[in-house]
């Protein structure tokens, strides 16, 4: 939109006739040409949504862990269930989601 507030205000004030529309003519075709390549290029990028996108991120534990308690993911707070155990402020990753309840293990190891 810059692009043609400018060559409008250029083939209004400082451009002659014939070079001037050539110009607005253009700068719009900039602008729509744009618009297709963004749009085309933001189409391809997957969607990353559904539980599967929780697993292996690291949670902090807020409530302890014995085998029931809760975590903070991202500033939320979501029920975990982690067999090993954990205490308060332990960091864990997630293995799985049941429902809404994260199945999760210490760092580097897997349920």
């Not at 292996?56 to 862990?65: L, Y």
């Not at 954990?86 to 809404?100: E, H, I, N, P």
């Amino acid at each position: 939109m810059v692009a043609i507030a400018g060559a409008v205000l250029l083939a209004v004030y400082v451009i002659r006739a014939p070079w001037g529309i050539a110009l607005v003519a253009a700068a719009i075709a900039w602008e729509l040409a744009e618009k297709a390549f963004w749009f085309t290029t933001t189409m391809r990028i997957p969607h990353a949504v559904g539980p599967e996108t929780l697993v292996g991120r690291t949670v902090e534990v807020v409530a302890p862990c014995r085998p029931y308690g809760a975590v903070r993911l991202s500033s939320e707070r979501w029920n975990a269930r982690c067999r090993e155990g954990a205490d308060v402020g332990d960091t864990l990753v997630v293995d799985s989601v049941q429902r809404l309840m994260l199945i999760v293990s210490p760092a580097g190891r897997a349920n």
